[in-house]
């Protein structure tokens, strides 16, 4: 009977373990505001341009999704995207670090809210084409502003630049330095030339979205 009760102890242990472990960590606002001093000297530059692996302007991250900001920021920690600064910057962070950053973009630059139109500006005949083979809306949601998943990116005014470097990312294979590691993005990406790729980044990225670059001050360093 001890022995049982025992083995029952052990497996309600385990269970509440499994389960607290499994928890989600909450992201706190006013705790990111205090981590972001890495993020500030690109992110927070209007028409800030990175050079690697080519010169483009860097994303806009406020008012972009916390699950979604969190999950790239996973995947230049795991090494699913591969990026040296954005590596390094990655590995810095604890998983309480990240949500409280990724928690601080989605709601910055709230109280400057764009207002957007019903729907979308129509694309050319061929870049439509080229979105509906890629089913791009499915997952980007109407007027590539409203996402199915909050885990993906809101595209509808990103920088075009950025976007057609991303787009090229998931094609490539095999590269120590660049690449992103992801399977349906790869098998979208990888039906298009880079041609295609550049004219639905440049459709994309001229549309109405909320996404945008608030200037920002550096804050002092990291904290943990």
């Not at 709601?107 to 809210?113: I, L, M, V, Y």
């Not at 949601?141 to 470097?165: C, H």
């Not at 790729?197 to 670059?213: E, H, T, V, W």
Request: proline share 7%; net charge positive; glycine share 10%.
């Amino acid at each position: 009977m001890n022995k049982l009760l025992t083995t029952m102890y052990g497996l309600a242990v385990a269970l509440a373990t499994g389960v607290a472990q499994a928890q989600p960590v909450t992201g706190d606002v006013a705790a990111g505001q205090t981590k972001i001093a890495m993020c500030i000297g690109c992110h927070g530059i209007q028409g800030y341009q990175a050079t690697f692996p080519e010169v483009y302007k860097v994303p806009k991250i406020s008012g972009q999704s916390a699950p979604y900001i969190a999950a790239a920021l996973n995947a230049y920690k795991k090494g699913d995207r591969k990026h040296p600064t954005m590596r390094g910057i990655a590995d810095s962070l604890t998983e309480q670090d990240i949500a409280d950053v990724a928690a601080y973009y989605a709601q910055h630059g709230a109280d400057k809210p764009v207002e957007l139109p019903a729907t979308a500006r129509e694309p050319s005949a061929a870049v439509g084409a080229l979105l509906q083979k890629g089913l791009c809306v499915s997952c980007h949601g109407a007027n590539f502003a409203k996402p199915v998943d909050p885990m993906t990116p809101k595209i509808a005014g990103q920088n075009a630049d950025y976007l057609f470097v991303a787009l090229k990312a998931y094609k490539t294979e095999g590269n120590q330095m660049v690449g992103r590691s992801n399977g349906v993005m790869a098998g979208v990406a990888k039906q298009f030339s880079n041609a295609e790729l550049k004219a639905m980044a440049n459709y994309l990225g001229s549309l109405p979205g909320d996404l945008k670059i608030v200037p920002q001050s550096p804050v002092g360093p990291l904290r943990r």
